[in-house]
């Protein structure tokens, strides 16, 4: 300020000296001049809180930029999910004064803090399994695709008949979207629940000592073995360490032909010079061939049963001619001079005598599933089905003492009181009881104790 202007405004009277209407205008100036201030300052700083449940997340400049956002999140959502979405947060937005601290954010920063902490509500689908939903995903589409996709996991032929053992369905309904599965995910749970870890029995086990290094309990192993007696444990028998299931299981059924052959008939001419035990091939013989039609029952992919709908001989098997020693058989003497008939088709798979640290008091015969056993030698039943690791079972007295007997039939054709006759149809063999596959166990028992069944038939 120059000199003159000092001087000038030193010669200007002083304020309550100035007429009134001049002190009015300068006042109402000022009040006007303050309130403008204020409001410019008040507009200059106004800004909006965003709050996710009561919390704030973010400060912006504009409402319109929150409605923004939130419209952008949920018409891309919605693409993503094929439907319309709710957000499931409550988001609300409040007006403030803008403090210096408070850093203001555009709409696609915005966009940034919101997506990855929102959740969102839709019309998904669910699989029902006995009525409980255990699979959800984002549509019915994808629900009937994983259901499909699960079918052809475990189809076991291209004609194949596959259903579901549960009662199955798809009901849309609402649900979280971060709840939902793919089918890949959904596919994958079912297969590792249908693993059930096993253990084999190796000698010297007991029960207790499996469930120790298994890590359960007693309880545990029994429950996941419910046919499993302790007292008959095996060598080599495979033990479910888990009861754990699949919460859907998958049934294929389809029917196959196939020609298998026929074990040529043994035909024993009995020589009362030969010692017991001594026999001598006179003709070889040769197999035949056979058409066999099948009904398999598959679940999760395990075959679980194999029944013959049909049978086609197609070419005749020819004897195998065997001489066979009786002297000193002891046995024949009670029952008809040791003319026992082989009761079924298959060959020797395993030998009287010890097998895996035990006594193996029969010998097993390899056949088909369902191929018939027929009664050794004329007789009556005596027992006729389940009897422990045996599974179904048929045991025939035929006088003096002597009684065979046939395990882990599929199927029995007798009761207890029959009279049958030699090659008379008893049953059909399976896998029942203790086994490992199909096969027939037969024994031949003489007061109690057994003998080698091979040195009567």
């Not at 555009?106 to 940034?112: F, G, P």
């Not at 066979?324 to 088709?345: D, E, H």
Request: hydrophobic fraction near 40%; aromatic fraction near 6%; include cysteine.
């Amino acid at each position: 300020m120059s000199r003159k202007q000092i001087t000038a405004m030193e010669k200007l009277p002083p304020f309550n000296k100035l007429p009134l209407k001049i002190r009015v205008g300068l006042i109402t100036s000022a009040v006007m001049l303050v309130v403008l201030a204020a409001v410019y300052m008040v507009g200059y700083n106004k800004a909006y809180a965003v709050m996710v449940n009561g919390e704030t997340i973010a400060t912006v400049a504009s409402e319109n930029d929150v409605n923004s956002a939130i419209n952008d999140i949920t018409n891309q959502q919605s693409k993503k999910y094929g439907n319309n979405v709710e957000i499931v947060q409550r988001i609300s937005v409040e007006k403030v004064i803008k403090d210096e601290s408070d850093t203001l954010i555009d709409r696609e920063q915005l966009k940034q803090r919101l997506e990855p902490i929102l959740n969102y509500n839709i019309q998904g689908a669910a699989v029902m399994v006995n009525g409980k939903a255990q699979f959800s995903f984002v549509d019915s589409k994808e629900a009937e695709k994983f259901l499909l996709s699960l079918k052809e996991e475990y189809k076991t032929a291209e004609d194949a008949e596959v259903k579901f053992e549960e009662k199955v369905k798809v009901v849309e309904m609402p649900m979280r979207a971060d709840k939902t599965t793919d089918v890949e995910t959904a596919l994958a749970k079912v297969k590792e629940e249908g693993i059930v870890p096993e253990y084999t029995v190796k000698q010297g086990d007991t029960l207790w000592e499996i469930a120790t290094k298994n890590d359960i309990s007693v309880n545990e192993l029994l429950t996941a073995n419910p046919d499993f007696k302790p007292e008959l444990m095996q060598i080599g028998q495979a033990i479910k360490l888990s009861d754990k299931a699949p919460v859907i299981n998958v049934v294929s059924i389809h029917e196959q032909t196939v020609e298998e052959n026929i074990d040529a008939p043994v035909k024993v001419n009995r020589n009362s010079k030969m010692m017991q035990g001594q026999t001598k091939v006179v003709e070889q013989g040769e197999d035949g061939l056979k058409e066999v039609k099948y009904r398999l029952v598959a679940k999760n992919g395990v075959e679980k049963e194999k029944i013959v709908l049909d049978e086609k001989i197609l070419k005749e098997p020819s004897a195998k001619v065997v001489e066979q020693g009786t002297r000193m058989l002891v046995a024949s003497r009670n029952f008809g001079g040791g003319r026992m008939a082989k009761p079924s088709g298959g060959a020797l798979v395993s030998a009287y005598g010890p097998r895996w640290g035990r006594a193996h008091e029969g010998v097993d015969l390899g056949a088909s599933y369902g191929s018939a056993v027929v009664a050794a030698d004329a007789g009556k039943v005596i027992r006729a089905g389940w009897y422990g690791g045996y599974g179904k079972c048929v045991d025939i007295s035929h006088g003096g003492g002597v009684v065979t007997r046939y395990g882990h039939l599929s199927k029995i054709n007798v009761k207890v009181g029959d009279q049958v006759k030699m090659r008379q149809v008893i049953g059909a063999v399976g896998n029942t009881g203790r086994t490992t596959g199909p096969h027939l166990h037969f024994e031949v028992r003489v007061n109690g104790s057994s003998q080698n069944p091979m040195n009567y038939i």
